[in-house]
């Protein structure tokens, strides 16, 4: 048999699911603008079209996007340049969630503020519909004055988040405590800017300025490798074989490294302004996942 023709047979048998190399893709092969299309622009020149996408907020309408697939495991990322200027009342968010009753969901939520006041960046897991779980951060740099990669990366035993090469948080496997994993929904990559001024910014107190407006985020570098599981297509076990042979499924991947639990420990100390894990106000008893946290990791 000729290699091209065994080249065509192994792509038959992948047709469904595949695992993408990894790379920076143009917005629309894995992205489609699902609400406020007309608040959306693609700036930069024709070798750059379809690299950078700005997503707008004005008095009418915020706008999003959401990709084509939902993806299981490996590594998802893109950079953003959030609203400059007094941003205060608007939400930039950028998640991931399943389509099932019992979602599943990843959430990073950048809160907009008053010129030169921090943004910040909020996160949240939800297993089988139950979230709660929120971690509220100040970012070490100005989050509009360039682009920064926020990105997850995801196998069997851990999630983590990343902030540059930074992890600021992991959710760890914790289904022996009873506490469902993100192990078998597969999830949409989402983003949107929408109006958050009720809750946003100093609790509600800073609205947003519309005199502003249109309020935009810029989005580029969309990275994905993962598992891509297709809508007609319900089988997930090709995904787990592709983990379990892929870099992020080997052992030095399901735990953290030294310098990971590092970072943690340093954006812990220097950056944590909320951790649902220490509000003792909420709940009555330390949510059981949290044991899998600080200090231990
Ligand atoms: C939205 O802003 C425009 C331009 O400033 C203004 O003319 C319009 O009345 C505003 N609409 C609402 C619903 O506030
Ligand atoms: C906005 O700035 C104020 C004052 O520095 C700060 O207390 C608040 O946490 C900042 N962020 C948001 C989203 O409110």
């Known amino acids: 048999m000729g290699h091209e023709m065994k080249l065509a047979l192994a792509f038959l048998c992948f047709t469904s699911f595949y695992v993408t190399v990894a790379r920076a893709s143009a917005f629309w092969e894995d992205f489609y603008v699902n609400f406020g299309d007309w608040m959306v622009e693609y700036p930069g020149d024709e070798i750059e079209a379809g690299n950078i996408v700005d997503l707008r907020l004005d008095n009418t309408t915020g706008s999003g ?54 943004y910040i960046l909020q996160t949240n ?39 540059d090469d930074t992890v600021i948080r992991v959710f760890h496997n914790s289904k022996d405590l009873g506490i469902p994993y993100l192990d078998y929904q597969p999830m949409y990559v989402y983003s949107s800017i929408w109006n958050g001024e009720d ?9 947003t300025d519309w005199n502003l407006q249109p309020f935009a985020a810029s989005y580029k570098d969309f990275e994905i490798d993962s598992c891509t599981v297709h809508e007609d297509h319900n089988d997930i076990h090709d995904c787990y074989e592709k983990l379990y042979s892929s870099g992020y499924g080997q052992p030095e991947n399901r735990k953290l490294s030294q310098k990971q639990i590092q970072d943690l420990k340093r954006i812990q100390y220097n950056y944590v302004i909320y951790d649902y ?4 106000k909420r709940f009555n008893t330390t949510p059981p996942e949290c044991a899998r946290n600080w200090p231990q990791y």
């Open 199 to 207: 809750w946003a910014t100093c609790g509600g107190k800073e609205k």
């Open 65 to 118: 996007f959401r990709s084509k697939y939902p993806f299981l495991y490996g590594h998802i990322g893109m950079k953003l340049k959030l609203v400059g200027g007094n941003s205060a009342g608007t939400v930039t968010s950028y998640y991931l969630a399943s389509k099932f009753e019992k979602w599943c969901e990843l959430d990073f939520e950048f809160l907009g503020n008053k010129s030169g006041e921090p």
């Open 277 to 280: 894990c220490t509000d003792a």
């Open 125 to 163: 897991v939800f297993s089988e519909g139950k979230g709660d779980r929120e971690q509220r951060i100040f970012l070490w740099f100005d989050p509009t004055e360039d682009y920064h990669y926020y990105g997850i990366i995801w196998n069997q035993d851990l999630i983590q988040f990343l902030v």
